[in-house]
């Protein structure tokens, strides 16, 4: 893989052999993950768990939710980056060198199932509410463009999708209607949105109105309304999220969310009145990465944040059942 494709997992550079200038390359070494049984507190399984992947540790730090207390570590994931979560509290999280997509249930400590990537790194996830399809977006194939893998509910041989307008493959969201949207980037590092249409067998593009958008990130819903981070936002080293309408193949900025202090934020969890993710502080700031929460549509300053992370990327809210 080229030094070009390895820096696009964040704006701050997640590998340091391409951030140094060097040519990075992969060897796919799989590993079993564990939960360290000591560092998970047993009470904690019965609250809402915040993971995040430290994709510069290989670790997936699990949080409380709301009080963003440590409650356990995921060891062995080889480059954890990516998560998803289905409406059972279960976990998806991708490992792009151990080309892998494993799954884990509601603090559990040893995943429930491991899926293999036969088409290349895997980067982000989604799950379909409806169907339970895990959809596995990978950054770049192994000798070219990356592409989109369907799992049919969460297993099986997956479907592989490419779009000719884009090369590099980010983060995946799901609609209320079974419409799978990826951020992603051209062959020439533009930004690029791909639709996949429920029914359908072809990535077609999405145009953005209203908008620039300059390096691929975050894709939710809040409803009807779509949510697009933007890790290098107005072409600066900062994130903002943009809100946006839908209309068949077009997304029509009607809003954004400027954050204080956020440097580099990959994959976020957004809710009506908060945001929360992974801050890679490496902005020559001084700052420090860790996970913060901030309020949202607002933005501004974090209502909350704990520092002692060192690259996070993915982030997903489990809610016990």
Not at 66 to 74: E, F, N
């Amino acid at each position: 893989m080229t030094t070009s494709a390895w820096r696009l997992m964040a704006a701050a550079a997640l590998f340091a052999s391409a951030a140094c200038g060097g040519r990075s390359s992969i060897v796919a070494t799989p590993a079993q993950p564990r939960l360290a049984v000591a560092s998970l507190r047993p009470a904690a399984a019965k609250s809402a768990l915040l993971y995040i992947a430290d994709a510069g540790k290989f670790i997936v730090d699990v949080y409380t939710f709301p009080a963003l207390k440590l409650a356990g570590k995921i060891t062995g994931i080889n480059r954890p980056q990516g998560e998803c979560s289905d409406a059972d509290g279960n976990v998806w999280i991708t490992s792009t060198q151990g080309l892998q997509i494993l799954e884990f249930a509601h603090g559990g400590r040893t995943p429930i199932k491991v899926l293999g990537d036969p088409a290349g790194y895997p980067a982000g996830c989604a799950v379909d509410p409806a169907t339970n399809d895990l959809a596995v977006t990978n950054l770049t194939g192994f000798s070219g463009a990356g592409a989109v893998l369907i799992y049919r509910h969460g297993g099986g041989v997956p479907a592989v999708y490419q779009s000719a307008k884009q090369y590099y493959y980010f983060f995946a969201a799901y609609d209320s209607s079974g419409n799978l949207f990826t951020s992603g980037q051209t062959v020439k590092a533009a930004y690029s949105l791909a639709l996949l249409t429920k029914g359908t067998h072809k990535l077609s593009s999405v145009a953005i109105k209203g908008a620039t958008l300059y390096f691929p990130g975050t894709v939710a819903w809040l409803g009807s309304t779509i949510v697009l981070g933007d890790q290098l936002c107005g072409n600066r080293k900062l994130s903002c999220f943009y809100r946006g309408a839908v209309t068949g193949a077009t997304v029509r900025i009607t809003g954004v969310t400027h954050l204080k202090g956020a440097c580099a934020i990959a994959q976020a969890v957004v809710e009506p009145a908060q945001l929360i993710g992974g801050n890679t502080a490496q902005c020559g700031r001084g700052g420090k990465s860790g996970v913060a929460v901030w309020p949202f549509p607002k933005g501004g300053h974090p209502s909350k944040s704990v520092a002692g992370l060192d690259m996070p990327v993915g982030a997903t809210l489990s809610v016990a059942r």
